[in-house]
């Protein structure tokens, strides 16, 4: 059954999603993006990503599992649809189901990790642009959690603002005290979107060499 989402004009859900993380600020001037969005895995050349890497809140290189993308498509927060677009204009073809669908999501407003904790459907970080960089840089391997993914806003200087379907919870970066961002500052390059290609992912729970408990992902070729 077709949603009051879906069944918007494509053009008018492209303009929703301008609009939706609030305080999102104003377009930067000619930021080094591309190599941003070829690492996360999105189009180059392709205007609805334009605001990716390239504003003052959509830093966040977030895969979006199903169950991410239908609840944040039905919340007001269309970013599910426009996900499996950005797939379908690099690749050419659709996204299997289950497929984990990149997109930049609103960093100050920690949505890519409130829908990895409010779903197991593989959601995760994959990383975190550290704005007005050149070469772009990030932090990797941050923990697909609301304090750690506030940690890290809070060492970029990002500012909280509000998204809707987004609950506030309170995230508090004291409370993620065995990831440190500095340590995982790396440059970012198109090869970080070859990573896990072809394979299927299968989640586990892990713990790593500190004791901290996150998603894993364990990869098995198709």
């Given amino acids: 059954i077709p949603t009051a989402v879906s069944r918007r004009p494509k053009n008018m859900r492209l ?35 334009s605001h990716c890497f390239n504003d003052v809140t959509h830093h966040t290189c977030c895969l979006l599992g199903p169950e991410a993308r239908a609840y944040a498509d039905s919340s007001g927060n269309p970013i599910g ?11 050419g073809s659709a996204p299997a189901e289950s497929e984990l669908t990149p997109w930049c999501t609103c960093f100050g407003s920690l949505v890519c990790s409130f829908y990895a ?16 960089s050149n070469p772009p840089k990030g932090a990797v391997d941050v923990p697909s959690d609301e304090d750690c993914e506030a940690k890290a806003r809070d060492f ?16 508090e970066a004291e409370a993620c005290p065995q990831y440190d961002v500095a340590a995982h500052i790396e440059a970012l390059t198109p090869a ?31």
């Avoid at 892990?206 to 098995?220: N, P």
């Fill in 156 to 171: 970029f200087k990002v500012g909280a603002h509000g998204t809707p379907g987004v609950s506030d919870s309170g995230a």
């Fill in 192 to 222: 970080m979107a070859e990573e896990g290609a072809g394979q299927k992912l299968v989640h586990r729970a892990a713990k790593d060499e500190s004791g901290w408990q996150r998603v894993a992902i364990e990869q098995h070729t198709q």
């Fill in 117 to 132: 904790s409010k779903f197991n459907d593989g959601t995760k970080i994959k990383f975190i642009y550290e704005p007005k």
């Fill in 81 to 91: 649809s426009a996900a499996v677009e950005a797939w379908e204009a690099k690749t």
């Fill in 15 to 49: 303009a929703i999603l301008a609009l939706l993380c609030l305080a999102g600020g104003s377009w930067a001037d000619e930021r080094p993006a591309d190599l941003a969005l070829e690492a996360c895995g999105l189009p180059t050349g392709y205007s609805p990503v």
